[in-house]
């Protein structure tokens, strides 16, 4: 009679783990097929609005940059800002990275990256810190980057150009 009760319980432990199993897969299975949901994208909108009215009380700079969600980034990597050839200044933001923690991609990455955004408008293209220098910290404070840290040991910027110094 146990031994039955116990065969039962494995079985519906089984019957559960196969479930919770299918579910996480199928979860996976549709956050890499689709665009973030329309709940993050909004927040992504409303916080690029307020980056857009800082950047200009701050610093006169009326440009835009782009926020683009990417999963072709390097998987170690949150966001990136790159200065391209053309001089366009793009932010990627890595799309698996909101699966984990979508606040911290949007209070304390974007902020990041814009930061370097301004840099680069600004003509600054410091290689101090892998661009983290202390003008960079200040702009990010400014944007209200929730972790301005200038230690961070991740390379996030991308330089396009051969003669910028020029
Ligand atoms: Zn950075």
């Not at 220098?133 to 230690?151: A, E, H, S, T, Y």
Request: net charge positive; aromatic share 16%.
């Amino acid at each position: 009679m146990f031994i039955q009760q116990l065969r039962k319980f494995f079985l519906i432990v089984v019957i559960i783990a196969t479930i919770l199993l299918t579910y996480l897969w199928y979860d996976d299975y549709t956050f890499a097929l689709n665009p973030l949901s329309k709940d993050i994208q909004k927040k992504i909108y409303k916080k690029h609005q307020e980056l857009q009215y800082l950047t200009y009380k701050y610093f006169k700079i009326k440009r835009v940059f782009p926020i683009i969600v990417t999963d072709e980034l390097d998987a170690s990597k949150f966001g990136m800002a790159v200065y391209s050839q053309n001089r366009q200044i793009n932010i990627y933001l890595n799309k698996n990275r909101f699966k984990e923690n979508e606040n911290y991609m949007i209070d304390d990455v974007i902020p990041h990256e814009y930061a370097h955004a301004i840099m680069f408008a600004l003509g600054n293209f410091s290689n101090e810190n892998n661009g983290h220098p202390k003008m960079w910290q200040d702009i990010c404070k400014k944007l209200n980057g929730l972790r301005c840290d200038r230690f961070v040991n991740h390379k996030d910027i991308l330089i396009e150009k051969t003669n910028i110094f020029k």
